[in-house]
């Protein structure tokens, strides 16, 4: 949002934005009309399913406490809005818990678990991501069952994960740069959304959390960790 406000003529290329209208980055998907084009990782629709994969698995889903970053003020606002529409219709109880940096994981893990959750909805968002181990081992400490958004937070021991294939949407950003370099305005590139998605089930975790998956949900994964 810097750089769009910043510039109107220099081209940008954004990477897995979760709602570039939304935002105001762009006039829409199809037709950008301004200097900025890219990937979408259509992250407010993403999270409606993540919840409703959550709520098959878990036998005992509500409360959910959701964790999000409030400094991310508009990829985390839309997000949360969007979390509690789904909940809404799911007829799902949602906590929310903040994190505003890396020194705030334990603490906030505390008032989950003195909240009784019940089970973890994580957000994500780029503060997460370089502590996806960490996170996933505080869950598991306080025996919480968690659906994160990336593959990598289910390597590092998640419960479960369901997003696009980010590394995906970055290849094709740098396409972006390459018709940008030789011509291409940025308002006549569509905004890409993507077209595959991973659900990942940590089977290991599963049995640490003496939680049996359900075989339907089994059987749709994408991927499960032995």
Not at 106 to 119: H, L
Not at 139 to 155: F, I
């Amino acid at each position: 949002m810097a750089a769009k406000n910043a510039t109107s003529t220099i081209p940008i290329v954004i990477v897995s934005v979760g709602d570039p209208v939304g935002a105001g980055l762009v006039a829409s998907l199809a037709r950008p009309d301004a200097n900025v084009t890219g990937t979408s990782a259509m992250t407010s629709e993403v999270i409606g399913k993540s919840l409703a994969l959550l709520q098959q698995t878990v036998p005992t889903l509500s409360p959910v406490a959701v964790l999000w970053n409030p400094n991310n003020v508009v990829y985390q606002g839309q997000i949360m809005r969007e979390t509690q529409v789904a909940a809404g219709k799911l007829g799902v109880e949602l906590q929310t818990f903040e994190v505003r940096g890396p020194d705030e994981f334990e603490r906030t893990f505390a008032a989950i678990a003195s909240a009784r959750a019940a089970s973890l909805l994580v957000l994500p968002d780029p503060l997460f991501s370089p502590y996806t181990a960490r996170v996933a081992e505080l869950a598991g400490q306080s025996r919480l069952p968690a659906m994160y958004g990336l593959r990598e937070d289910a390597v590092a021991g998640g419960l479960l994960a369901y997003g696009p294939k980010y590394a995906d949407l970055y290849r094709r950003a740098a396409n972006y740069v390459d018709k940008i370099l030789k011509g291409a305005k940025p308002a006549d590139l569509p905004v890409e959304q993507p077209t595959t998605f991973e659900f990942v089930i940590n089977l290991k975790t599963a049995r640490a959390l003496g939680l049996t998956i359900p075989s339907g949900i089994l059987a749709i994964a994408d991927e499960v960790i032995e």
